[in-house]
């Protein structure tokens, strides 16, 4: 097993490396880093949609002075003329890649890549199972509002059920000390999320008061077959709209991964609200990624 030199999630980090890469990202914000990848050939392959993850993974690469090979699907050999995924990894082995970042529909997918591959692998989303530097970078976020988020309440609504942001986050919140409420109706947030540091609220109005956090999910509607409520019923009960907004502590911060549905999850009027931190997660993610980069590259 080659796995603890990848990051497939956030389990593979422990608390001192959390902190590594919440420093490294502030350092490389307030100063742009020598080229501590050069001659380090790193390889993304998206088997799923990405505009997002997909850039900001390209543009850390870059940054650390990388060498960056993007790999599509139907760039892939193995898929059209009958080789074995693991062949193909074996054959890129050979070509001394050092990273290979993987996103795919299939969950544990990058852990089969990362069992294969002598590099390091990085989970960049797969299937509803995780998502680390999404959650390391909402983290990062949420951290520099608050300094820390010990107790602090991080509200995550919507379709928990296939999010893997909301799988790596609740985890990553859980270590932080944070206390997370789940809002949702029961089909996105089942009972069995409840327990350590995690409670569930069905009704999105009862937490608007107290939380510091409102991280707003988009339903994954290409992961399951029929919408278990309606659209209206929905959006009635768990959209960020106006009337909702104004009861909105000051202080609070609203988020949302991206992509974000207008309409649905959120009203216009949430992005131009003074709390919203969309920009800034998106930012943070490139030096987030730069600095997971940095850390599996170049140690602590
Ligand atoms: C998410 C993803 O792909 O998991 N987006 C992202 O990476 N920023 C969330 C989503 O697709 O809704």
């Given at each position: 097993m080659r796995t603890r030199r990848s990051l497939l999630d956030l389990d593979d980090l422990g608390t001192e490396e959390f902190e590594e890469i919440?420093?490294?990202?502030?350092?490389?914000?307030?100063?742009?880093?020598?080229?501590?990848?050069?001659?380090?050939?790193?390889?993304?392959?998206?088997?799923?949609?990405?505009t997002r993850t997909f850039t900001s993974f390209n543009l850390a690469e870059l940054r650390l002075g990388a060498d960056v090979v993007n790999l599509t699907p139907t760039d892939l050999s193995y898929l059209h003329k009958g080789e074995t995924i693991e062949d193909t990894i074996v054959t890129l082995s050979a070509m001394g890649i050092g990273v290979?970042?993987?996103?795919?529909?299939?969950?544990?997918?990058?852990?089969?890549?990362?069992?294969?591959?002598?590099?390091?692998?990085?989970?960049?989303?797969?299937?509803?199972?995780?998502?680390?530097?999404?959650?390391?970078?909402?983290?990062?976020?949420?951290?520099?509002?608050f300094g820390s988020l010990r107790e602090r309440v991080v509200a995550i609504v919507g379709d928990v059920l296939?999010?893997?942001?909301?799988?790596?986050?609740?985890?990553?919140?859980?270590?932080?000390?944070?206390?997370?409420?789940?809002?949702?109706?029961?089909?996105?947030?089942?009972?069995?999320?409840?327990?350590e540091g995690v409670r569930i609220e069905r009704s999105f109005d009862a937490v608007l008061g107290s939380a510091d956090v409102i991280l707003?999910?988009?339903?994954?509607?290409?992961?399951?077959?029929?919408m278990p409520i309606s659209d209206e019923e929905y959006k009635r009960r768990y959209c960020l709209d106006e009337k909702r907004l104004a009861r909105v502590r000051d202080a609070?911060?609203?988020?949302?991964?991206?992509?974000?549905?207008?309409?649905?999850?959120?009203?216009?009027?949430?992005?131009?609200?003074?709390?919203?931190?969309?920009?800034?997660?998106?930012?943070?993610?490139?030096?987030?990624?730069?600095?997971?980069?940095d850390l599996l590259i170049n140690g602590s």
């Open positions: 919440f420093a490294r990202t502030a350092a490389f914000e307030s100063k742009p880093p020598e080229r501590r990848l050069a001659g380090i050939a790193c390889v993304n392959i998206f088997f799923e949609p990405s290979l970042v993987v996103r795919h529909p299939e969950e544990g997918f990058p852990k089969s890549v990362a069992m294969n591959f002598d590099g390091h692998v990085i989970n960049a989303g797969d299937g509803t199972h995780a998502h680390p530097t999404q959650a390391l970078l909402d983290l990062y976020t949420m951290l520099e509002e296939h999010s893997r942001v909301a799988h790596s986050l609740i985890a990553g919140l859980r270590r932080l000390g944070a206390q997370t409420v789940l809002v949702g109706p029961e089909a996105f947030v089942p009972e069995e999320y409840a327990g707003l999910l988009r339903i994954q509607r290409e992961r399951f077959v029929s609070t911060i609203v988020m949302h991964p991206g992509p974000y549905n207008r309409g649905t999850e959120l009203a216009d009027c949430v992005l131009a609200f003074a709390g919203w931190r969309y920009a800034k997660q998106v930012l943070h993610g490139i030096s987030v990624r730069m600095a997971v980069l």
